[in-house]
Nanobody, 125 residues
Framework: QVQLVESGGGLVQAGGSLRLSCAAS????????IGWFRQAPGKEREFVAA???????YYGDSVMGRFTMSRDSGKNTWYLQMNSLKPDDTAVYYC???????????????????WGQGTQVTVSS
């Protein structure tokens, strides 16, 4: 049973930065895909970034150039560094994982089978 635990959310002013963490346990994570998604009130869950089987990272259009996903493989922890934050980035951020995804499916949240509890990010104007 995979467990994912997010941390690092909070309140920040527009233009500021935050780093989210996603700590994983419960299996080996070689060839495993981790994704970050976010959901604002009344909106659909949105793709933010994904590390596809540890090979390459992909980003959503709205965060490209501002957010960076990385991994500390020794700790089985993935990070989402968020810079130049905007009020539109306000949402609950989730990390998700799956061992069997193909590349074409990583942007759709319904394809992930393990989820963290989420962490709130609020960006004030």
């Amino acid at each position: 049973q995979v467990q994912l635990v997010e941390s690092g959310g909070g309140l920040v002013q527009a233009g500021g930065s935050l780093r989210l963490s996603c700590a994983a346990s419960g299996r080996t994570f070689r060839q495993y895909t981790i994704g970050w998604f976010r959901q604002a009130p009344g909106k659909e869950r949105e793709f933010v970034a994904a590390s596809f089987r540890g090979q390459r990272t992909y980003y959503g259009d709205s965060v490209m150039g501002r957010f960076t996903m990385s991994r500390d493989s020794g700790k089985n922890t993935w990070y989402l560094q968020m810079n130049s934050l905007k009020p539109d980035d306000t949402a609950v951020y989730y990390c998700a994982g799956d061992a069997g995804l193909i590349l074409s499916s990583i942007r759709n949240y319904v394809n992930y089978d393990s989820w963290g509890q989420g962490t709130q990010v609020t960006v004030s104007s």
